[in-house]
């Protein structure tokens, strides 16, 4: 089955921790992104990858760390920076930047 | 990217067609428009997208007027599982970043 696997499906922070996100995808493609949503609100970029070993900034890149050491996977790192950091973080990935992004079930974080 | 506008909510009878409006009077001639939906606590599932003329897979259909300025979504034969936030996105098929409104939210009612 190709797709894209995000875990955990839920995910508790304490203060001042950091946490790690874990998205993989077996679809071979070269772009992947980190969306942020709020209840009731539209997705925000946070950050995207076109290639490996290669990422930019999306719109709302503070308190957040990512790294593409590998096609397949695009974690994402919620530092204790992130003064709120409760939200339903969706990963998504396309064959290259710009087209049709498909998306994963997302992770809920939640903060203790 | 060009702004879309879309109702708040719909409703619509199991079995009949869903038509979702979209309007998008601002949008430039290489942008495409998109649909994704989101069922509650869900990624958003890709449904379909196009440029100018009418498209259609398994999923729906995608009606664009002849002056691009609006869109309609249609799900010929909808189903409850079919309830969930429909979004209306137009963007540059070289940018990266979808841009999620509001959208519709579609309750499909037995």
């Known amino acids: 089955d190709g797709g894209i696997t995000q875990s955990p499906k839920y995910l508790f922070r304490k203060e001042g921790q950091n946490v790690t996100l874990s998205c993989e995808q077996n679809l071979n493609h070269d772009a992947m992104y980190w969306y942020r949503q709020d209840p009731g609100q539209g997705l925000r970029l946070i950050y995207y990858s076109q290639i490996v070993n290669d990422f930019q900034k999306g719109d709302i890149a503070e308190g957040y760390s990512v790294s593409r050491e590998k096609k397949e996977s695009f974690p994402l790192t919620v530092t204790s920076a992130q003064k709120n950091p409760t939200a339903f973080y969706l990963c998504?990935?396309?064959?290259?930047?710009?087209?049709?992004?498909?998306f994963g079930p997302g992770t809920r974080l939640l903060v203790l | 990217d060009a702004k879309t506008t879309q109702p708040t909510s719909m409703d619509c009878a199991e079995g009949r067609a869903a038509n979702l409006p979209c309007n998008h009077s601002?949008?430039?001639?290489?942008?495409?428009v998109y649909w994704y939906r989101q069922i509650h606590s869900q990624g958003p599932q890709y449904i379909i997208h196009?440029?100018?003329n009418n498209e259609t897979n398994e999923m729906a259909s995608l009606i664009i007027t002849e002056d691009r300025k609006s869109s309609t979504l249609i799900l010929p034969h909808a189903t409850l599982r079919d309830t969930a936030v429909y979004y209306c996105i137009v963007r540059v098929a070289s940018r990266g970043k979808l841009i999620f409104g509001q959208g519709t939210e579609l309750s499909v009612k037995p």
């Open positions: 601002t949008i430039s001639g290489n942008e495409y």
């Open positions: 998504a990935s396309s064959i290259v930047n710009g087209e049709t992004q498909y």
């Open positions: 196009g440029l100018k």
